[in-house]
């Protein structure tokens, strides 16, 4: 967790010019990290792809429908595995957090041959009267009644003797058994053959929070220090005002440490 610096005497407050110096100092690491960004990315975008064989129907607005209807007419596919387990009303507030970060970004990736959809596990009626009490202009099909969230560890059902399930590739019992969030990628060649090219999970998705990027550079940072858990001071984006104070925890009771 980020800890926040708070506003006290043991802050410093230098002259300009000191100032200036301890940023073009800071300057230069700041261009390593975004070498390295490029790099991880370069790197994220060269993993091999694996086939994927399955044949998966989801539950959409206008039917059913498959894997490849969620690309449109894109190439590329990003799936939020967003958390709505189905005896839930209502989604959960950080998959929502998290959302609210990424629909805003379907028109440009749309204009970069990049389809972006919601899968959840939830029944459709739910998820579509949740999509538009938040104003998501984005994808959202049930995987109900298929194996998509389980094949690509958004949920964890299956437990081992010692309680413990597979999620981030790795087996943990780090978050309570069910629901989990994730973000998957898929590309689709000109023979229609789908490949999954790319998955994170856990904080792997801050990466896609505007949010925590903007808190990061502020002075008191994303403030977190003493909350039951690192975000449960999230709350749905139309619920800030009439819960300001109460911190109201998210489907998993304890927080991510990787």
Not at 163 to 177: D, E, I, T
Not at 240 to 248: L, S
Request: aromatic share 12%.
């Amino acid at each position: 967790m980020i800890r926040s610096k708070e506003f006290d005497e043991a802050t410093e407050v230098v002259s300009p010019d000191k100032w200036t110096a301890a940023r073009v100092a800071l300057l230069k690491k700041e261009k390593e990290f975004v070498r390295m960004r490029d790099e991880l990315s370069a790197q994220i975008r060269a993993l091999p792809w694996e086939k994927v064989t399955k044949t998966y129907e989801f539950e959409g607005p206008g039917g059913p429908v498959g894997l490849a209807d969620l690309f449109g007419s894109k190439n590329q596919l990003v799936v939020y595995h967003f958390m709505f387990d189905r005896s839930w009303e209502e989604g959960c507030p950080s998959c929502s957090f998290v959302t609210d970060s990424l629909a805003p970004t379907a028109v440009p990736l749309a204009a970069r041959d990049v389809a972006v959809a919601l899968v959840s596990r939830a029944p459709l009626e739910k998820l579509l009267r949740f999509k538009e009490r938040m104003g998501w202009p984005l994808n959202w099909v049930s995987s109900m009644n298929n194996d998509f969230n389980p094949d690509f560890q958004a949920c964890t059902d299956v437990v081992d003797d010692n309680g413990r399930y597979y999620y981030n590739y790795s087996m943990m019992s780090l978050y309570p058994q069910g629901e989990q969030p994730g973000l998957s990628v898929f590309a689709r060649d000109e023979a229609g053959q789908i490949y999954h090219t790319y998955s994170t999970y856990a904080r792997g998705l801050e990466t896609f929070l505007t949010t925590y990027r903007v808190l990061d550079v502020v002075p008191k940072g994303r403030d977190e220090e003493g909350l039951p858990w690192g975000m449960s001071w999230v709350r749905h984006s139309d619920r800030y005002e009439d819960q300001p104070a109460k911190a109201v925890g998210c489907c998993h009771d304890s927080s991510p440490t990787s």
